[in-house]
Nanobody, 115 residues
Framework: VQLVESGGGLVQPGGSLRLSCAAS????????MSWYRQAPGVERELVAA????????NYADSVKGRFTIFRDNAKNTVYLQMNSLKPEDTAVYYC?????????WGQGTQVTVSS
């Protein structure tokens, strides 16, 4: 099983980034996919989640209206489009796959929002 995140980097406040998470080794289309983030000294928090079919999405209040999660089951990939980025969005972002008490995690990708 592999979850490989990409797309992180340094961006100025107000800028945008798109994170990608490429999955392999399991039946991607059957799993809820989520993005979490963890800043130094802070617990890991859920940013956004999308159901297996892509029909239902949930967001943390702090990112509603700025971030969009979407998936392409044909490509076994989940994305996080991040707009209007703020310094407080700085964190390591992790991809997660969940189904029936089974959790898979990616290695994380750093997002830094700074001028």
């Amino acid at each position: 099983v592999q979850l490989v995140e990409s797309g992180g980097g340094l961006v100025q406040p107000g800028g945008s980034l798109r994170l990608s998470c490429a999955a392999s080794g399991f039946t991607f289309s059957r799993y809820v996919m989520s993005w979490y983030r963890q800043a130094p000294g802070v617990e890991r928090e859920l940013v956004a989640a999308i159901q297996s079919t892509g029909g239902s999405k949930n967001y943390a209040d702090s990112v509603k209206g700025r971030f969009t999660i979407f998936r392409d089951n044909a490509k076994n990939t989940v994305y996080l489009q991040m707009n209007s980025l703020k310094p407080e969005d700085t964190a390591v972002y992790y991809c997660n796959a969940y189904r029936s008490a089974t959790n898979y995690w990616g290695q994380g990708t750093q997002v830094t929002v700074s001028s």
